[in-house]
């Protein structure tokens, strides 16, 4: 069965530090990879997803996320946060065959210091 | 905000109640996806409806149902409701099966006592 792991369940930060999230998923086919962030009182919406092609992606907010498919990780990195950047974020992957499960990790809450 | 909507907010049943949640998808979607979330975890996949069927499921027994209208609104239904299904219902809608950009509503609180 899919996995996803997020060891970080609770990261604390001072603005200006650079930031990396780990996600490691088990799932020996194709998959689509996703990262999602929830502000506080708000939905969840996407950061980045890989699909295919270059490993090193890029989102919104100056975010990216490389995937290592040897190691099954897909972690989530910001070289400088912002305290607007104090939410829960999500790695999700999605397999490619049959109908298509989505896998959400449990999440890691992260908050920043002004 | 992202234009997928889900009614009610809130709600409270008691262990043996059914309920049914309730989602629109934003203009133009026709792919719903449902999850719950528990306190402290992340979303789990319950099902997926594509055009009018049912196209995906996750580990939720029978008792979790669901429907998919011709305007592509959704609804999420629980029978025999349990203590542990407490939890955020999510709706997220896109467009197409392969599901290239989820938008997620704002979710339903279920509280089961």
């Known amino acids: 069965a899919q996995s996803v792991s997020q060891h970080n369940h609770h990261v604390i930060l001072s603005e200006a530090a650079s930031l990396e999230l780990g996600c490691n998923y088990s799932?020996?086919?194709?998959?689509?990879l996703f990262w999602y962030v929830q502000y506080p009182g708000q939905h969840l919406q996407l950061l980045l997803k890989?699909?295919?092609?270059?490993?090193l992606v890029k989102g919104i907010k100056g975010f990216e996320a490389e995937f290592i498919k040897s190691k099954f990780s897909f972690n989530l990195r910001k070289p400088s946060v912002q305290w607007s950047d104090t939410a829960e974020y999500f790695c999700?992957?999605?397999?490619?065959?049959?109908?298509?499960?989505?896998?959400f990790g449990t999440g890691t809450k992260l908050q920043v210091i002004p | 905000e992202t234009g997928v909507t889900q009614s009610p907010t809130h709600l409270i049943k008691t262990r043996g109640q059914q309920v049914t949640l309730r989602c629109s998808s934003q203009?133009?979607?026709?792919?719903v996806s449902w999850y719950q979330q528990a306190l402290g975890q992340g979303p789990q996949f319950i099902f997926q409806?594509?055009?009018?069927?049912?196209?995906g499921r996750g580990n939720f027994p029978p008792r979790f149902s669901g429907l998919q209208f011709p305007n592509y609104s959704s609804e999420l239904n629980v029978n025999a409701l349990e203590l542990d299904d407490s939890a955020l219902y999510l709706c997220?809608?896109?467009?197409?099966?392969?599901?290239?950009?989820?938008?997620f509503g704002p979710g339903t609180r279920l509280l089961v006592l």
């Open positions: 997220a809608s896109s467009l197409g099966r392969q599901q290239e950009t989820q938008y």
């Open positions: 799932y020996g086919g194709t998959v689509n």
């Open positions: 890989y699909f295919s092609g270059d490993p």
């Open positions: 999700a992957v999605r397999e490619t065959g049959g109908y298509q499960k989505v896998t």
């Open positions: 203009s133009g979607h026709n792919t």
């Open positions: 409806y594509y055009r009018e069927e049912e196209n």
